[in-house]
Structure formats: structure tokens, C-alpha cells
């Protein structure tokens, strides 16, 4: 009896030694997988949304069977005072241990996991009259179940709240995230729904009703940081109201797009349809649309870049719905450059159809168009030259469809109705018979019906070659004249020293940029006395940032500019890191110095002379690179050191097997005795 209870006992303490031992292992796997995560967020954050939103680690608090952790997500704040509030959201993750949390095997799982985290949403400052609000309920709860391999199962749920301060009013129904994630954001599967929203602030007002979200997607393409989403992205919004007392009311219903890329070697082939039910601005009921649209032949490393700056976009207007700011000419300058890079590639585009349909008729156009390279033009909006290489469509208008929209045009409160439809049927016949003098097109059961076709640079209308400008005299019949204004006193205003071109890269301009963008630097000179601007390197992650010019002579300007970030001595980069990175970019090289010292450089030419617009977005590019590889670096060195901690927790548990087994041979030979 005390030999069995010898073994009993000995037993036992091994199952608890080697579940305590794995569970510790555990923690300390998550602890190191949860650092990298951050990183991983925070630079899909700074690609999709703004880089200016972070999440942070506040306190981790590691136990053996489960741990602790405190996140604080940090938004932009507006210009305000230095005493105002951080804008922060408090996030407390209690996270139990795998491989097989005691709770799994109380309720019959024996399945292996990672983790299970639960999640939620704690008061801070900034939202403590929010929680007040709503009766100090947490506003976000989650749970998420992480397997073996890093794959993260999210069931995340926003209970619904009413707020009000002043003038300003939320009402929130209520949301829901069901999603399925890979390790560092390299897949991404789930819906996100929300019931509904409605935010004003006295003077406008945003009213949101049944939206979702889905994606299936997995990162891909030759440049990994790129993150190019390939699979499948699908928004829906049930209905949408944007009313202001200083603008047109907006009003959408049943909107639905659906996004698809394909990855052929290098070349990204994508479609995207577009369904909105109705449409309605300033009280005028517009109809419905329709649109299929496929593109072949993209490359892969511009249209990543190009997705980035759209999603920013998108995000930027989400967060200030209530009062949009315009793009700013250099965001409309970027825009353009990266239209130039999709199209160097001589991707092809094709509608197939677009329709446009109201009560009274159906309009449609179907195209098919092949793009060349193109400059830009003078001032960085806009080609030089057409890009387009070759097009053929079809443009089919109802004239009832027309009549009712101009008919809604003229409609006022008090109205004669008669003469209404009078004004409205003669303005339909003037738009017609301009159409047909300038041979735009024929009339058909109702409908103009047009062709169109673009070849060796010539446009021909029906089989007819034809000049540009009737067609722009047409649609100027159209277009509200403050609208024609407006373009040209936009264009009116890019100054000379903007669309010139440079022949040299001037220091002054680069300083001007650089001052443009809140950059410190301190001016200086090399032995062979060519300027040295010193960037203060600031959160960027490099130890100093140098711009470095050559070739100056005794002339004011130079030749050349080289862009150099170095990092410490002591800064974790192995070589394969590096062999990858300058596998993958295709801008900024970088390579080990002798004291160990990572550096990154790149080079502008002025060869052939540059614009200035070339010139900002290049500087800003490699700002932007300095970050991505400061983010990599970091998460290849916590990589490392999980990587070394999982070696070191695997020789503890091998040590504890054996001190296991020499305790069950000392139980064992104690019972023969």
C-alpha cells in the first residue's frame, strides 16, 4: 500500500511539475509573440489608417498558468492646447496559458491552443464620461483563441451606448467582429457588422444603418512589406445620410462593393463590382448605378503603394465625416505619381457595364482600354500625353431617363407643373440636338447610342475621326460653370518654381521640404565641402539621418543627393536580414558598417532634370522606408529572442523530463526494496 501510494505520489508531482512547466514555457512564448504583435498592428495601422495611431504596452504582468496585459491604443489628437487630454483607449487582455488551459479540460477540451485571451474595454480619461454614460458597462468585450501555430479566432462584440455633450450626440447600436487572423497580419478572414450609428455635432449629421464588412485575404507579392492584399474585401451599408446646414444632403441606400485580386508572377489581375440601390444628393433622386470593372496587368510593387495611400484616404474621411477636409495638393500630387507608376506596366482596363438606371430609363457604358507610360505634366497633376493606347466603347443615354432628371432639376416648391415639364422636355431636346449636330451620336428607340475609338492616337466617334473640343463644348453643357471656374483658378494658382523642372537638386528646396514636413536638421559640410544636412531622426527608430549632397561645385546646386539612415553598433540585423531586405526593395539598399552598425541609403539623381513634386515624394518615401525598417528590425529581434527563449525553455523542459524519469526510477526501486 505505501509502495502504491509512493508512485501515486511521485506520479502525480511529475504531472504537475510538467503541466506547470509547460504552461510557464507557454506564458513566456505568448509574452514574446504578444511584443511582436504590437508591431505588427501598429505598422498595419500605419498602412491602412495613419501612422500617428499606435498601440502601446502598458504593463504585462507574467504568472505561471496566466498572465496579464494593459494596452493603450493612442489616436491623433486635434490642434489643441499641450494641457488637453491624450486621446486613449485602455484595453486589459487576461490571457490564459496553453497548451491546455485547466478551464478547457474542467469542461471536457483536450484540444492544444496557444492562448485563450479575453478582452476588455477599461475607462481612461479621455472616456470616463463615456463609461459614465453608460453606467461604467465596459464598451468592448472580446475573446480570442489563439492555436499552436499563431492563428488568432476573434469574437470581439461593442455593446450599444448613448452619449451627448453640448451639441455633440452619438448614438451607437451596437457592433460585432467575427475574424480568423494569421501571424503578423499575413491572412485575414471575418465580417465585422455594425447595426447602427448616428453622430452630429449640431451642424452635420452622419446616420449609418446596417453596415458589414468581410475579407479573405492573404499578404502577398514580391516585396513582403508591401503587404498586398490578395483574395477577397466586400462592403455593404444598408443606408447612409450626410445632411449639413452648409452643404447638399447625401443619401445612399443598399451600397455594396466587392473587391477581388488575383497574384499571376508578378502581375496582379483584380475585379470590382458596385451595386447602390439608390442615390440622392440635395433632395434629387439620382436612380440606381451599377458598375463591373476588371484590371489586368498591374504590377504588383506600385499597386501595393497605391492601396495604401487609397485605404489612408478612405480612413482620413471616416474619421472626420462631420467635417471632411479636402485633399491637400501634395496628397493630390502623390495620387497622380502613384497613377503614373500603375501604369508603366500598360495594364488593361475594362467596363463591362456601368449602368445608371431610374424609374423612367437605363443608361450604360461598356469599355475596353489598354494603357501606355505616361509623363507627368507640369506641376505633378495630371500626363503630358494621353495614356491611353488603344480604347473601344459604347455609351447608350435614354432620353426619358434625362427628361426625369432635368425635370427634378426644375422642380421648386409652388411650381406650375406644366410649365416645369415644358422647360424640362425643351432643355432634353437642346442636349439631343446638340448630340446629333456634332455627331456625338444616333438616336435609337429612345436612345443615343455612341461609339467610341481610340487608336495610334486618334479618336474616332461612330467611324469618324474627331476633334476634342466639340466633345468638351458637349460636356460643358453639363458641367456647372462655378465648377469650370474653380479647375481653372486651381490651376492658375501652381506657381512657376513648382512646375518648373530642375536641372540640379537645389539644397534650398530639400530644406524647404524637409521644414514643410516638422523636420529639425542642422546644416554642415563634408572634406570636400558639398552640404550636409543632420535630420534629427526624432521616433523614427535610426541613431541620425543624413542628407548628403554632391557634385556641387562652386555651383548653388548639385548633381546628386544621397539619403543615409544608420542605426546603432549594437542594433540586431543579421545578414540574411539584410540579403532579404534588399532583395525586397527596390528603393533604399542597406548594408553593415565595420563597427556593426546597420545603414540604409538612397540615392536621387537630378540627371535629366527632376520636378520638385519627384522630389517630395521621394524624400517622403524614404522617411517612410526609415520607419518600415526600424519595425522590421524590431520584430526580427524579439523573433530572435523568442526564438532563444523557446530554445532555453525546451532545455528546462527536457531537464525536468529527466529529473521526471530519475524520480520514477527512484520510485521504483524503493518499491522492489
Request: charged content about 20%; some cysteine; aromatic content about 8%.
Amino acid at each position: 500500500m505505501i509502495k502504491k501510494l509512493t508512485v501515486t505520489i511521485a506520479v502525480l508531482g511529475a504531472v504537475v511539475a510538467a503541466y506547470s512547466g509547460a504552461s510557464l514555457w507557454s506564458g513566456m512564448r505568448i509574452e514574446s509573440q504578444s511584443f511582436a504583435a504590437v508591431d505588427s498592428i501598429n505598422l498595419h495601422l500605419a498602412r491602412t489608417w495613419s501612422d500617428q495611431i499606435r498601440l502601446t504596452a502598458k504593463e504585462y504582468q507574467r504568472g505561471v498558468f496566466s498572465s496579464q496585459a494593459t494596452y493603450v491604443l493612442t489616436l491623433p489628437a486635434k490642434q489643441e492646447s499641450a494641457s488637453a487630454q491624450k486621446r486613449e483607449f485602455l484595453f486589459v487582455n487576461t490571457i490564459t496559458h496553453g497548451p491546455l488551459p485547466l478551464k478547457n479540460i474542467l469542461s471536457g477540451d483536450f484540444s492544444p491552443v496557444g492562448a485563450l485571451i479575453d478582452t476588455v474595454h477599461a475607462p481612461s480619461p479621455w472616456t470616463e464620461d463615456l463609461f459614465n454614460a453608460n453606467e461604467r458597462r465596459p464598451l468592448v468585450t472580446g475573446h480570442t483563441r489563439v492555436s499552436t501555430h499563431g492563428v488568432a479566432k476573434l469574437n470581439w462584440s461593442a455593446a450599444p451606448f448613448s452619449f451627448r455633450q453640448d451639441a455633440f450626440r452619438v448614438q451607437f447600436g451596437g457592433a460585432q467582429l467575427k475574424a480568423e487572423v494569421g501571424p503578423r497580419f499575413r491572412s485575414r478572414k471575418g465580417e465585422f457588422s455594425l447595426e447602427a450609428l448616428n453622430v452630429t455635432d449640431g451642424q452635420t449629421t452622419l446616420d449609418l444603418k446596417a453596415v458589414k464588412m468581410g475579407v479573405d485575404t492573404r499578404a502577398s507579392g514580391r516585396s513582403g512589406d508591401l503587404n498586398l492584399p490578395l483574395g477577397i474585401t466586400r462592403r455593404e451599408i444598408g443606408s447612409l445620410t450626410w445632411a449639413s446646414v452648409n452643404a447638399p444632403t447625401i443619401e445612399l441606400e443598399k451600397f455594396k462593393l466587392r473587391t477581388e485580386l488575383k497574384l499571376d508572377d508578378s502581375e496582379v489581375n483584380g475585379s470590382t463590382s458596385l451595386d447602390i440601390g439608390s442615390l440622392g444628393i440635395a433632395q434629387q433622386k439620382l436612380g440606381a448605378f451599377k458598375l463591373f470593372l476588371t484590371v489586368d496587368k498591374v504590377d504588383d510593387r506600385a499597386l501595393g503603394p497605391f492601396l495604401e495611400f487609397y485605404h489612408r484616404t478612405i480612413a482620413r474621411i471616416g474619421s472626420n465625416i462631420l467635417a471632411p477636409e479636402p485633399l491637400s495638393a501634395t496628397e493630390i500630387k502623390k495620387f497622380w505619381l502613384q497613377l503614373q507608376n500603375l501604369i508603366k506596366t500598360r495594364p488593361s482596363v475594362r467596363i463591362d457595364p456601368l449602368i445608371w438606371e431610374t424609374s423612367a430609363g437605363k443608361s450604360q457604358l461598356s469599355l475596353s482600354a489598354a494603357l501606355n507610360p505616361a509623363e507627368l505634366a507640369s506641376g505633378g497633376v495630371g500626363f503630358r500625353e494621353s495614356p491611353i493606347d488603344t480604347l473601344d466603347a459604347t455609351l447608350t443615354i435614354s432620353q426619358s431617363m434625362v427628361n426625369e432628371l432635368v425635370l427634378q432639376k426644375f422642380q421648386t416648391p409652388g411650381a406650375n407643373p406644366a410649365k416645369v415639364k415644358g422647360l424640362a422636355d425643351r432643355e432634353t431636346r437642346r442636349l439631343t440636338d446638340m448630340a446629333l449636330q456634332l455627331k456625338f451620336g444616333r438616336v435609337q428607340n429612345g436612345k443615343l447610342v455612341t461609339h467610341f475609338n481610340v487608336q495610334n492616337g486618334e479618336l474616332r466617334i461612330n467611324g469618324q475621326r474627331t476633334a476634342s473640343e466639340p466633345i468638351l463644348n458637349l460636356l460643358s453643357s453639363f458641367v456647372p460653370p462655378a465648377y469650370l471656374a474653380a479647375k481653372s483658378s486651381a490651376a492658375s494658382q501652381v506657381g512657376p518654381d513648382e512646375a518648373a523642372s530642375l536641372q540640379h537638386l537645389d539644397p534650398e528646396v530639400l530644406a524647404a521640404i524637409l521644414t514643410d514636413a516638422d523636420f529639425s536638421y542642422q546644416e554642415s559640410r563634408d572634406a570636400e565641402g558639398d552640404l550636409v544636412l543632420k535630420v534629427s531622426p526624432g521616433d523614427s527608430g535610426a541613431e541620425s539621418i543624413e542628407i548628403i549632397f554632391s557634385g556641387c561645385r562652386k555651383d548653388p546646386t548639385c548633381e546628386d543627393v544621397l539619403l543615409r539612415a544608420t542605426y546603432p553598433a549594437n542594433q540586431f540585423a543579421p545578414l540574411k536580414f539584410v540579403n532579404d531586405w534588399n532583395l525586397r526593395s527596390r528603393w533604399a539598399r542597406v548594408f553593415i558598417k565595420e563597427s556593426g552598425a546597420p545603414v540604409l541609403e538612397m540615392d536621387i539623381s537630378a540627371y535629366g532634370g527632376i520636378g520638385q513634386d519627384a522630389i517630395e515624394g521621394m524624400v517622403g518615401t524614404f522617411f517612410k522606408l526609415v520607419r518600415d525598417f526600424s519595425a522590421e528590425l524590431k520584430a526580427a529581434e524579439k523573433a530572435a529572442q523568442k526564438a532563444e527563449a523557446e530554445a532555453a525553455a525546451a532545455a528546462q523542459a527536457a531537464q525536468a523530463s529527466q529529473a521526471t524519469q530519475t524520480a520514477e526510477e527512484a520510485a521504483k526501486e524503493a518499491a522492489q526494496k
